[in-house]
């Protein structure tokens, strides 16, 4: 099994919303305008008039962002909605619920917040669940 990455523990800031706080703990900001985030077109990358031009898009995507969004890929928008709405019903449950799938320190996958290098270091103001499916290798 090969790991993403690791990252050190740190509270959850759903439960640190909740606390009677003096001071707010820093947190990285969100730009005021967002650049659009990379749309992939699954079609085009396996049509032969248009891969290449997509492919090229991907590559971009990749190197500039290390993510995009992956349209026409073929899976349902009922399977979609299913996981979006799964996911919306782990992060109403109770923090001890959630703390059964919380991160460990070797790797990324889990509940909590990833890439966290310092104690120092800005929060996002907004936990995770973090899950590798595929490719297989990795899980």
């Known amino acids: 099994m090969v790991t993403v990455g690791s990252s050190i523990l740190v509270p959850s800031v759903q439960e640190l919303a909740k606390e009677h706080m003096i001071n707010v703990p820093p947190v990285m900001e969100a730009p005021s305008l967002l650049p659009s985030i990379p749309i992939i077109d699954m079609e085009r990358l396996v049509l032969q008039e248009s891969s290449a031009a997509e492919l090229e898009r991907l590559h971009s995507a990749c190197k500039k962002w290390g993510f995009f969004q992956l349209v026409n890929h073929g899976v349902s928008s009922s399977l979609v909605e299913g996981m979006k709405s799964e996911m919306q019903d782990f992060f109403k449950l109770p923090l001890e619920e959630k703390k059964r ?34 490719p297989s290798h990795i899980i």
């Open 101 to 134: 799938f919380w991160q460990n320190t070797e790797d990324v996958e889990g509940f909590g917040q990833a890439f966290v290098v310092s104690e120092e270091q800005k929060l996002h103001w907004g936990d995770m669940f973090f899950l590798t499916t595929l």
